[in-house]
């Protein structure tokens, strides 16, 4: 457990090390994400990386586990609206309505343009 | 120290442990009360705890600075996390492989609309131009919409604000709203779901569907990828 969290540190660090060091524009975590990833495919095909973590299921375990309580790890930025009342008051009721058009009109230009594009492909979804 | 509790308040509420303790057994409450109403999409965990912790801070006249010293290590699990997407990314690489074109062009869909529909709507609504600035980033995740944001001279935490309530509308609403559609493809659900409200979505789409999870996974990364370019460009075209 603890080596698997080691190493999804370890995939952030150098994630957010490269992303500095070459002044890339993405999130270091996301590169971190490939990084574990391309990890994981190739544990596949080398059988050497088979170690510690990237063994019996390891690594698997302590990422689900993370991912069980995503919800929570927004609760202390949410809470940030504490500081933003005085905005909030003014222009709360705008900001809101315009946050929420916004999201409605991406969700369905978002999964309008998946589902098309894939009957095109003909592809038939399994479930 | 024994006869005077205010002492003992005043000592607590500067130490990281009251509010990691507040924020931990909030969301557990909200949490629970979510999965008794079997997840109904008003009962949203994060919106309630929100609003119960901020009144609780606002009661007690504590800044959010020092409440943030205690959330702060919950905060800083968002990046792990973010890297954890690797492995149910992983483990349904042959399904994700097979959709890559749809994915890749209702991305671009997605996050183009995301970007121009808040800020012509903005421009509608006669909103000031920082604001305008620091509302356009809210489909990506927190940490890379201030980053875009800082770099428009834009305000960060009314951009953290701004995409906190759009991942809980969104997540609120993807349920109904794609049920209403008829769309019962889990994939291009959760693709939507992770892109239009990136990890609060995402949350909410692996309480739905594994695979959905999973879709929205990857289309809040490559969201926050996209974004990064698109936000400076649609702001030099759209903004007066």
Redesign the interface.
Known sequence: MLAS?GL??L??LI?EAVVRGIGL??????L??????IL??ARDRFAVLAHGPLRNDG??T???G??AH???????????????LD?LAS?GI??????????????????????L??RL?K?Q??? | MKDDPFSLWVYLSQSPLLWLTV??L??ATT?AVSLATRRHPLA????H??WI??AF??ATGTS?TS??AG??F??F???????????????N?R?VV??I???L???L??SI??VV??VL??EL????RD?VLS?AP??V????AM?IAESLHADP??A???????????AI??TP??NR?G???????G???G???H??G???A?QVDE?A?VFSGI?M?LN??VT??LVPLAVTLLVR
């Open positions: 969290l999804i540190l995939c952030q994630g524009p993405l999130p270091g975590p996301v971190g994400l490939l990084l574990l990833l994981l495919l690594v698997e302590a990422s689900k993370l991912l995503l919800s929570l790890l927004f609760v202390p930025a949410g809470v940030g609206v504490v500081q933003k905005l222009h705008a900001i809101v309505l315009v946050l929420a058009l916004s999201v409605v009109v991406t969700l369905l230009a978002t999964v309008l343009t998946f589902r594009v894939s492909l592809q979804d399994a479930r | 924020t931990l909030v969301y949490d949203n965990p994060v919106l705890a929100m912790i901020g801070l606002l959010y409440y943030f959330a702060q919950v905060h699990l968002l990046g792990p996390a973010t890297v954890a997407l690797a492995v149910p990314l992983y483990e690489r399904r097979s959709s074109v749809p994915m062009v209702a991305l869909a997605g609309t995301a529909s808040v709507l903005a609504a006669g909103l000031p604001v509302l809210k489909s995740t927190a940490g890379v980053g935490s009314l953290a604000v701004a995409v906190i309530l759009t991942g809980i509308m969104g609403i993807v709203l794609m559609t769309v019962t493809d889990y994939r291009a659900r693709f939507a779901a892109l239009a409200a990890g609060i995402t949350a909410r692996f695979i999870g289309a990364s926050a990828l990064s370019f």
